[in-house]
């Protein structure tokens, strides 16, 4: 009887058999330095082209770059709700409270991006990984500081200083309106992210019926001919 041909070590593992798996696919120094140079625009072009073509990728790309309406972290709009300082001193009873999640613009079931940029910061976040503080931010505007020494220097020629206003080497002739800190300072309000992704979305309050409305309302439903239903012989 003939011998079982020995397996090489490297095939078993603990006592059990492992395919061989295929090489691993590398990408060339060339190739890496073309993606990390090529226009955006460009390169959104080809991994559109990619997913309509290879099954594969896009599932990868799917289920990295995009989540459930479900797991959005909410953010109540336009208000303080979200602000770290007021957070800290809630009591931890009410922290324990389970509210029910709030309605945004998306089902539960939508898919949306994953990574969506805040209107705050103009950073870029992750809607499903979304902390009080993460967003650091001014929630006034920089307003032209007159009397900053920076402004002495300025040469007529180069305009007026409030077109500096988005300059970092002029950032000392600015103060913001909501703080008086100077332009280069981070941010005085600590909050979650926001975009239009997350942001809480408040059901439109219709105002009361009137009388006048309610009497309208009957007029028009007495105006409405009845239709008689033929009778069965």
Request: net charge negative; charged share 40%.
């Amino acid at each position: 009887m003939p011998r079982a041909k020995r397996q090489p070590l490297g095939a078993v593992k603990s006592g059990v058999r492992r395919a061989d798996s295929p090489p691993k696919p590398v990408v060339s120094a060339a190739l890496r330095t073309a993606i990390d140079t090529m226009d955006h625009m460009r390169l959104r072009l080809w991994v559109k082209h990619y997913c309509e073509t290879m099954q594969p990728l896009r599932e990868d790309l799917e289920k990295g770059l995009l989540v459930r309406g479900k797991d959005v972290i909410r953010y109540h709009a336009d208000s303080d709700s979200e602000d770290r300082e007021e957070d800290e001193e809630e009591s931890e009873e009410s922290e324990m409270e389970e509210s029910p999640i709030r309605p945004i613009s998306l089902g539960d079931e939508d898919l949306t991006p994953r990574y969506v940029k805040c209107v705050h910061c103009n950073g870029e976040f992750d809607v499903t990984k979304n902390d009080k503080g993460d967003c650091v931010w001014h929630p006034g505007a920089k307003d032209l500081d007159d009397e900053a020494s920076i402004w002495d220097d300025l040469e007529e020629h180069w305009g007026h200083p409030s077109d500096f206003a988005d300059e970092d080497e002029y950032s000392g002739g600015f103060k913001w309106s909501c703080c008086n800190e100077q332009g280069d300072h981070e941010g005085c309000k600590l909050t979650k992210h926001k975009s239009d992704t997350n942001a809480i979305v408040r059901k439109p309050i219709l105002p009361p019926a009137t009388k006048s409305s309610k009497k309208r309302k009957a007029e028009g439903d007495a105006d409405v001919p009845i239709r008689k239903r033929p009778s069965r012989r």
